[in-house]
């Protein structure tokens, strides 16, 4: 485990409520049934502003999401950088984890072999891990994925507000509507242009 050694100063519940979803703060790097002594760097899940009394939610940059009692003295507390402050072990990244969905054209076990040792070549047998793997047949078709806001308006433009976001139907088990907006699913239409030429 890599730590970093970093100057902050704790904070209290009425400093962490003028703070924002941008504001980078470190808290209690302790993860599901492994306590640890140092803290990670994160955000918080919504404004300060909105804090109505209990405990703060936080994200580490890790994924854990933490809820914190500032001012309770037996909990490590929401921290900032701060030169003037009092020194802290910052747990550091080793790296990416990265959740992929890979499409193979006419994939079979050949060709999943070869792109998984590829991978193994270009990052490290040591690296790269197959942690859960699920193979789904890809249909020969397409769709037009949109997005429309929710409440549709009275003059029915509602189409000026879509938004395009893909055309292949299994990259959408891993999507989720913006807030506000849904989704639209259609028959690919093939943009055909009839302008004339001379």
Not at 25 to 34: P, R
Not at 68 to 77: F, K, S, Y
Not at 98 to 111: K, M, R, S
Not at 130 to 145: N, Y
Request: proline share 6%.
């Amino acid at each position: 485990m890599h730590t970093e050694k970093v100057t902050a100063r704790r904070l209290t519940a009425e400093e962490i409520s003028e703070l924002g979803l941008q504001d980078g703060i470190f808290v209690s790097a302790g993860m599901e049934g492994l306590p640890l002594d140092c803290y990670a760097p994160a955000f918080l899940t919504e404004p300060g502003k909105n804090f109505e009394g209990g405990s703060f939610a936080a994200r580490t940059v890790f994924g854990e999401e933490v809820h914190v009692l500032p001012d309770n003295a037996e909990e490590g507390g929401i921290w900032i950088a701060d030169t003037a402050g009092e020194e802290i072990e910052v747990i550091q990244s080793a790296g990416v984890l990265l959740n992929l969905a890979l499409f193979v054209p006419n994939g079979n076990t050949e060709a999943l072999g070869a792109l998984y040792s590829a991978a193994r070549d270009a990052f490290g047998a040591g690296v790269v891990q197959r942690w859960s793997e699920e193979v789904v047949a890809v249909p020969d078709v397409k769709i037009d994925l949109y997005e429309e806001p929710v409440r549709g308006r009275k003059n029915n433009s509602q189409n000026r507000d879509r938004r395009a976001l893909d055309i292949y139907p299994t990259r959408v088990r891993f999507l989720e509507p913006s807030e506000g907006w849904k989704f639209i699913v259609e028959p690919h239409k093939e943009i055909v242009d009839d302008t004339p030429t001379i």
